[in-house]
């Protein structure tokens, strides 16, 4: 079983990316399953939700503690958030910003960064205030785990983006182009 | 959380401590020498965190204006909605990535 | 048949629409909102041919289903928590008018404090109204019960509302892969709805929910017991006939790993999946520890849990309720199944979970082990599982 965390903002779309990297994954044969960090969703506070991913049937409900790989929509949690909680060592650390993955300090975690929110801007996803940029991370996403792929999350994006599906795939494609990997 | 019988939190106040400027991607930053201290911002911010100020210690578009009060965006509790950004009738407001 | 990737509240939405539902009023509650704004959406786009009717609260939204029920439409609605402690009046009237209404419940806790997430106390407390309870593990479940109990609820030999529980975020809120039926499939399951008790009709006027003085209406609440007592059969038999069309078998109870077990869990909703979990990891260190789900818990499966835990030496019932002043719902239950039984075993209530604690597979080691002990001695009835009793002790004193 593969376990992913998403950190995010509400109205970023951390959940939507979570459902979508899900569908990817069942398109490819998995079992998944993903939600919401349970609570009262308000836009601009920190949001989490979650995604499991298995080749065999998955009977578990409860939360993620121990997660494969943590996806950070938004940089400016990590100052608040520790976006690291019970990320298993070697795992993934998926980021959304305009630093380098050797800026960071995280020697325990393989980093891959990319400007999401650029690309976001760029497709017009969102607004300015708040670019919308989910889909655009799991390009990153598939670029840097690997388990899932492009393909995939493309089709998963055109068929389930609740609007703009084309801009928001090529987003993710784009972002897959761009991602930087720190190993 | 403290447990009490019934459900009762003794101190009043405490949403306040909830500081939500750390939900921000964008700042919304007032350019003082723009503003004509209209208070529209003030009116629109939902928060609200638009406070007004004493003019006299802020730079001013106009002379004539410097007795007026003027805003201040309290960053502490400023989600960064843009809103204020949008109302602004002369553009004085800018909108700034945050990267913390 | 299509598989969709569809959260629980779209999941009961979907069964709405495939059981050609005609009417649903509705009043929005978290968590279970997302059941009318799915159905006002497939009616709005044509796939769904139904009347919603957005009205003023809980206590409508039931009255406007038995209107509808009365004229002999499939009708449907959905709510949790504060909304059915509103709409409690209308259920014993709704069961009492013998309407086949089917509700599906987002399981949620009951204020105060004020809490938002996944708890049974909400249906538990309506235990006694006279509703049918099915209980949904996944979202597969979800959508297949609500189906089903459709099909248990019109049986005139029943006419009966039904509820569906599924449990507040952990099912409402969860996307998983779920199988949506073809629709030719659920019709002929279901059928056309039949008209098989008087129905609101302006040419052939009459009283519904009549006045009874006492010479008459112990018979009616008798009635309602024999009913509650055919709908066992009946949905057995609506389970074996799901089956056969869609292959998906349900029990009222089922059991994993029950045979050599000396501890059965006893779960109910969609705490079963990681119980199911750890009884495969206590199972692999060599522990002798199975699991009972309970999917049907109005009609109470009686002889059915009295039967696949016969092996049993200790049975720990899991509650996400608590009845203060005795035990959980389900503890109750299943000790009162047993009370004309010879050799019964012994029988632990475990209560988590409430107001949305995660139910963990550490809590599930926690209740096996405390079983265990308590198989060789003495034990407390009533435990409490992952609950901070030094800071309640401060408050309240100790026992």
Same mark, same amino acid.
């Given at each position: 079983m593969f376990e992913i965390r998403f950190?995010?903002?509400?109205?970023?779309?951390?959940?939507?990316?979570?459902?979508?990297?899900?569908?990817?994954?069942?398109?490819?044969?998995?079992?998944?399953?993903?939600?919401?960090?349970?609570?009262?969703?308000?836009?601009?506070?920190?949001?989490?939700?979650?995604?499991?991913?298995?080749?065999?049937?998955?009977?578990?409900?409860?939360?993620?503690?121990?997660?494969?790989?943590?996806?950070?929509?938004?940089?400016?949690?990590?100052?608040?958030?520790?976006?690291?909680?019970g990320?298993?060592?070697?795992?993934?650390?998926?980021?959304?910003?305009?630093?380098?993955?050797?800026?960071?300090?995280?020697?325990?975690?393989?980093?891959?960064?990319?400007?999401?929110?650029?690309?976001?801007?760029?497709?017009?996803?969102?607004?300015?205030?708040?670019?919308?940029?989910?889909?655009?991370?799991?390009?990153?996403?598939?670029?840097?785990?690997?388990?899932?792929?492009?393909?995939?999350?493309?089709?998963?994006i055109k068929s389930s983006a609740p609007s703009r599906a084309e801009d928001n795939a090529k987003a993710a494609y784009e972002s897959y182009n761009r991602t930087i990997l720190g190993w | 959380m403290k447990i009490t019988k019934g459900v009762v939190i003794s101190e009043p106040g405490s949403t306040a401590l909830e500081e939500t400027g750390s939900w921000r991607t964008f700042r919304p930053e007032i350019r003082y020498e723009k503003c004509i201290r209209c208070m529209i911002c003030w009116n629109y911010c939902p928060e609200p965190a638009i406070e007004k100020k004493p003019g006299e210690e802020y730079p001013v578009a106009n002379q004539k204006l410097i007795k007026m009060p003027v805003p201040v965006i309290n960053y502490q509790y400023c989600k960064g909605c843009g809103i204020c950004v949008n109302e602004c009738p002369t553009k004085a407001i800018d909108f700034v990535r945050e990267e913390k | 048949m299509p598989m969709m990737m569809l959260k629980g509240n779209e999941s009961t939405a979907y069964a709405a629409k495939l059981a050609r539902v005609k009417v649903v009023p509705a009043y929005p509650i978290t968590p279970s909102t997302v059941f009318p704004e799915k159905v006002s959406e497939l009616i709005a786009n044509g796939e769904m041919d139904a009347e919603f009717l957005p009205v003023e609260s809980?206590?409508?939204?039931?009255?406007?289903?038995?209107?509808?029920?009365?004229?002999?439409?499939?009708?449907?609605?959905?709510?949790?928590?504060?909304?059915?402690?509103?709409?409690?009046?209308?259920l014993y009237i709704a069961s009492g008018m013998r309407l086949p209404i089917v509700m599906a419940i987002g399981n949620r806790a009951l204020a105060a404090p004020v809490n938002i997430w996944a708890d049974q106390q909400?249906?538990?407390?309506?235990?006694?109204?006279?509703?049918?309870?099915?209980?949904?593990?996944?979202?597969? /479940?979800?959508? #297949?019960?609500?189906?089903?109990?459709?099909?248990?609820?019109? =049986?005139?030999? @029943? &006419?009966? %509302?039904?509820?569906?529980?599924?449990?507040?975020?952990?099912?409402?809120?969860?996307?998983?892969?779920?199988?949506?039926? /073809?629709?030719? #499939?659920?019709?002929?399951?279901?059928?056309?709805?039949?008209? =098989?008790?008087? @129905? &609101?009709? %302006?040419?052939?006027?009459a009283t519904f929910g009549a006045f009874v003085f006492p010479e008459h209406y112990m018979e009616f609440r008798y009635s309602q017991y024999i009913a509650m007592e055919h709908a066992k059969k009946v949905i057995?038999?609506?389970?074996?006939?799901?089956?056969?069309?869609?292959?998906?078998?349900?029990?009222?109870?089922?059991?994993?790993?029950?045979?050599d077990a000396d501890i059965l869990f006893i779960t109910m909703g969609s705490m079963t999946g990681t119980a199911r979990e750890t009884v495969r990891k206590l199972r692999e260190e060599g522990e002798k520890v199975g699991l009972v789900k309970i999917t049907v818990f109005r009609p109470f499966p009686k002889d059915e849990i009295i039967e696949i835990t016969k092996n049993a030496k200790v049975i720990a019932v899991v509650d996400r309720n608590i009845s203060p002043g005795f035990a959980g719902a389900i503890f109750t239950e299943v000790a009162a199944s047993f009370t004309n039984v010879k050799n019964r075993p012994k029988i632990i209530d475990f209560i988590l979970g409430l107001g949305g604690r995660d139910i963990r597979v550490e809590n599930y080691e926690e209740i096996y082990k405390r079983s265990k002990k308590a198989m060789r001695g003495k034990f407390e009835e009533v435990q409490w599982i992952d609950v901070d009793e030094e800071s309640v002790k401060e408050v309240e004193g100790s026992l």
């Open positions: 950190h995010g903002r509400g109205g970023q779309g951390a959940v939507t990316a979570a459902n979508i990297l899900a569908t990817a994954a069942f398109l490819e044969g998995n079992d998944v399953q993903s939600f919401p960090f349970f609570g009262v969703e308000r836009r601009g506070a920190p949001v989490e939700a979650y995604t499991r991913i298995d080749n065999k049937k998955i009977d578990i409900k409860m939360y993620i503690y121990n997660p494969d790989a943590v996806v950070v929509l938004d940089t400016s949690l990590m100052s608040k958030i520790d976006v690291l909680k990320l298993k060592k070697g795992g993934y650390l998926i980021l959304n910003t305009q630093k380098k993955p050797q800026d960071f300090n995280f020697k325990d975690y393989k980093i891959a960064v990319v400007d999401a929110t650029e690309v976001a801007v760029g497709f017009g996803l969102g607004s300015k205030s708040a670019p919308i940029v989910n889909t655009a991370i799991l390009g990153a996403y598939a670029k840097a785990v690997g388990n899932v792929k492009i393909e995939s999350v493309l089709e998963a | - | 809980e206590h409508s939204a039931l009255s406007a289903a038995i209107g509808a029920a009365a004229t002999g439409v499939r009708t449907m609605t959905a709510t949790a928590s504060q909304g059915l402690a509103f709409m409690n009046e209308i909400d249906t538990m407390m309506v235990r006694d109204s006279g509703w049918i309870h099915f209980y949904a593990e996944t979202n597969q /479940e979800a959508l #297949d019960l609500t189906i089903i109990a459709f099909k248990v609820s019109e =049986n005139e030999n @029943v &006419l009966l %509302p039904a509820l569906m529980g599924m449990d507040a975020f952990v099912l409402t809120h969860t996307m998983e892969p779920v199988n949506v039926p /073809e629709q030719k #499939d659920v019709d002929a399951f279901l059928g056309e709805k039949e008209i =098989n008790y008087p @129905v &609101l009709d %302006p040419s052939k006027p057995d038999d609506a389970f074996e006939q799901f089956n056969k069309i869609f292959g998906r078998g349900y029990s009222k109870v089922s059991g994993f790993q029950v045979e």
